[in-house]
């Protein structure tokens, strides 16, 4: 069963513009994490936040979480044309080795030249 | 480099035949994961492993095997008796789930 459920499934922007993409989750979690799919490729990890955490950078990167409402949202700033691609949140359970995520099904955003 | 590698890039297989695709990975991690993802979604885990000689059984298991023998490699294989193999698999391998899932990239399997 899918954990995660990706707002929106699609998003086309302009070269410059923020993008922003929203994740619901079900239960509760340790840490909530952000992939990137160009493609026909493999996942990227992008950045990952704990459950006790409220926001996170990385460079033009910014998620934040909300466990009361079972949220994260990720923002992307100044966006490029190489941002095109899927992106997909999951969840996690304990931070030990072996530990399983739970993948929502992904927004695809489309940035414009 | 380190990383994970996956092959074929590409595998047809006709209905009936067990095909494994393979997984390797010079990361030194412990656990090791199979995923499948179908056009348009998201992924889902078909079987995933802790430790050597060790696995258990993901959301969608039924028709599918895996063996881990090895640290490095976590071969997959997709029996006859999987009704609708035709999709994009992925391999991936952690160490703490606080460093996130490092991912191959991927074998699109296709019945024919």
């Known amino acids: 069963s899918q954990q995660g459920e990706e707002d929106p499934q699609a998003l086309s922007i302009q070269e410059g513009e923020n993008a922003t993409m929203n994740c619901s989750y079900k239960?509760?979690?340790?840490?909530l994490q952000w992939y990137r799919q160009n493609s026909g490729r493999g996942l990227v990890h992008l950045i990952l936040?704990?459950?006790?955490?409220r926001e996170k950078h990385s460079g033009r990167l910014r998620v934040t979480l909300d466990t009361s409402k079972k949220s994260s949202s990720l923002l992307i700033t100044a966006s490029r044309a190489a941002d095109t691609a899927s992106y997909f949140c999951?969840?996690?359970?304990?931070?030990?080795?072996?530990?399983?995520?739970?993948f929502g099904e992904g927004t695809q955003l489309t940035v414009n030249p | 480099d380190g990383g994970i590698t996956q092959s074929p890039k590409y595998l047809f297989r006709k209905e009936g035949q067990n095909v494994t695709l393979s997984c390797e990975q010079n990361?030194?991690?412990?656990?090791m994961y199979w995923y499948r993802q179908d056009p348009g979604q998201g992924l889902r885990l078909i079987y995933y492993?802790?430790?050597?000689?060790?696995?258990q059984k993901g959301d969608i298991a039924e028709g599918y095997s895996v063996s881990r023998e090895k640290k490095e490699s976590f071969p997959l294989t997709v029996t006859s008796a999987q009704k609708n193999p035709t999709a994009f698999y992925l391999c991936?391998?952690?160490?703490?789930?606080?460093?996130?899932?490092?991912f191959g990239s991927g074998t699109r399997l296709t019945v024919v």
């Open positions: 999951a969840t996690g359970g304990e931070e030990t080795s072996g530990s399983r995520l739970t």
């Open positions: 239960t509760s979690i340790n840490n």
């Open positions: 936040i704990r459950s006790n955490e």
């Open positions: 991936a391998s952690s160490t703490t789930s606080l460093y996130g899932y490092t």
């Open positions: 990361l030194n991690h412990d656990a």
């Open positions: 492993s802790q430790i050597v000689n060790d696995f």
